[in-house]
């Protein structure tokens, strides 16, 4: 082997160590994300069967009053309490005549149109912190200025965004939610849809919401890179 041929060498042997590197810990965080689904399914197909009591069997209120058949699927420690707030709509231009708000983002206007209607941007603004509790029918959440309760069954949407951060919208009153962080955010959304899913007895969709997410996962397993050829 040449001196040029040896250099080659020893840089594509630097290269596959690197890829090696990587391909392990892409395998790692993907076996670990495997893992947890699987052990999501566990709870899920459990909690169906009427063994939900098996992986819930903290008793503990923390401060909450429980009803006779409520008990704590999560409790959440200093959680930040979400409102979500939106600025007035707008109509710019033309001639709008009477214009009055009707529900959400719609607006009519009376009389002859030729402007534009601008709807008020969105923001969440973070006004109290406190503790929560998911349960098998609510979340509620106590803080230093206000509390608040969430029930599932009358619920229309919850909405888990970046940063660690759930919303949740209520057949009346304005949309609110609660911030947890990044870090454990997997697990507390797993919770809140499972404590979702057995209010409201959809705990077989629920478990195929998780399958599908298993079959996209097992997609995207890595692959180990290719052994550099000899001559």
Same mark, same amino acid.
């Given at each position: 082997?040449?001196?040029?041929?040896?250099?080659?060498?020893?840089?594509?042997?630097?290269?596959?160590?690197?890829?090696?590197?990587?391909?392990?810990?892409?395998?790692?965080?993907?076996?670990?994300?495997?893992?947890?689904?699987?052990?999501?399914?566990?709870?899920?197909?459990?909690?169906?069967a009427g063994k939900a009591r098996d992986h819930f069997v903290d008793n503990?209120?923390?401060?909450?009053?429980?009803?006779?058949?409520?008990?704590?699927?999560?409790? !959440?420690? @200093?959680? &930040?309490?979400?409102?979500?707030?939106?600025?007035?709509?707008?109509?710019?231009? %033309? $001639? +709008?005549?009477?214009?009055?708000?009707?529900?959400?983002?719609?607006?009519?206007?009376?009389?002859?149109?030729?402007?534009?209607?601008?709807?008020?941007?969105?923001?969440?603004?973070?006004?109290?912190?406190?503790?929560?509790?998911?349960?098998?029918?609510?979340?509620?959440?106590?803080?230093?200025?206000?509390?608040?309760?969430?029930?599932?069954?009358?619920?229309?949407?919850?909405?888990? !965004?970046? @940063?660690? &951060?759930?919303?949740?919208?209520?057949?009346?009153?304005?949309?609110?939610?609660? %911030? $947890? +962080?990044?870090?454990?955010?997997?697990?507390?959304?797993?919770?809140?849809?499972?404590?979702?899913?057995?209010?409201?007895?959809?705990?077989?969709?629920?478990?195929?919401?998780?399958?599908?997410?298993?079959?996209?996962?097992?997609?995207?397993?890595?692959?180990?890179?290719?052994?550099?050829?000899?001559?």
């Amino acid at each position: 082997m040449g001196i040029f041929s040896t250099i080659k060498q020893r840089a594509a042997n630097k290269a596959l160590a690197r890829a090696n590197q990587q391909y392990g810990q892409e395998l790692a965080n993907w076996t670990k994300d495997s893992a947890a689904i699987e052990e999501m399914l566990t709870v899920v197909r459990d909690c169906a069967a009427g063994k939900a009591r098996d992986h819930f069997v903290d008793n503990g209120d923390y401060g909450f009053m429980l009803k006779a058949d409520e008990y704590a699927i999560a409790q !959440l420690q @200093g959680v &930040m309490y979400l409102e979500v707030v939106k600025a007035p709509t707008r109509y710019s231009g %033309g $001639y +709008g005549g009477v214009s009055f708000p009707l529900f959400g983002r719609v607006r009519i206007n009376t009389g002859r149109t030729g402007g534009q209607i601008i709807p008020g941007e969105e923001s969440i603004d973070v006004t109290d912190s406190g503790n929560a509790l998911i349960t098998n029918t609510r979340i509620m959440f106590a803080g230093t200025k206000r509390t608040h309760e969430w029930k599932f069954d009358k619920m229309m949407s919850c909405s888990h !965004l970046d @940063g660690g &951060m759930t919303i949740f919208a209520m057949n009346t009153g304005k949309p609110a939610g609660l %911030g $947890y +962080g990044d870090g454990h955010a997997t697990e507390v959304q797993f919770r809140i849809e499972l404590a979702a899913a057995m209010a409201l007895g959809t705990l077989e969709r629920y478990e195929g919401e998780l399958l599908a997410e298993k079959t996209q996962l097992e997609t995207t397993k890595p692959v180990a890179p290719a052994p550099i050829a000899t001559a």
